[in-house]
């Protein structure tokens, strides 16, 4: 049975640090490229941070890019979000997942999206 869940999340003040973390058991990421994504008050979930299946390949959204890292660690099964310099604009629902498939342009798993999804964690930045 495949899990993911994501920890980390909680409140931090605007230019300040927090980092997200997903564990996942039931899969070999050696074969999964994995995101982060996220979804704001009233607004559309976003594709946050990406990295291909090699851990190698990654890509920012322009917002969090110069702000934001990545780290995978295959052998951990983890994917990490490293996030500095936070904004109040950041504040969201933050959502790992987990995909055999990356489309250039449908993004994490095409069409029909990740396969495999976290429950989210919570992220407040206050100014």
């Known amino acids: 049975q495949v899990q993911v869940a994501e920890s980390g999340g909680g409140s931090v003040q605007a230019g300040g640090s927090l980092r997200l973390s997903c564990i996942v058991s039931?899969?070999?990421?050696?074969?999964?490229?994995m995101c982060w994504f996220r979804q704001g008050p009233g607004k559309e979930r976003e594709e946050v941070a990406c990295?291909?299946?090699?851990?190698?390949?990654?890509s920012f959204a322009d917002d969090v890019k110069g702000r934001f890292t990545l780290s995978k660690d295959i052998f951990k099964n983890t994917l990490d979000l490293q996030m500095k310099v936070v904004k109040p604009e950041d504040t969201a629902m933050y959502y790992c997942?987990?995909?055999?498939?990356?489309?250039?342009?449908?993004?994490?798993?095409?069409?029909?999206?990740?396969?495999?999804w976290g429950q989210g964690t919570q992220v407040t930045v206050s100014s």
């Open positions: 997942a987990a995909d055999p498939q990356y489309d250039l342009e449908l993004g994490l798993g095409g069409q029909g999206g990740p396969r495999y």
């Open positions: 039931g899969l070999d990421l050696n074969e999964y490229a």
């Open positions: 990295v291909d299946w090699s851990g190698q390949l990654k």
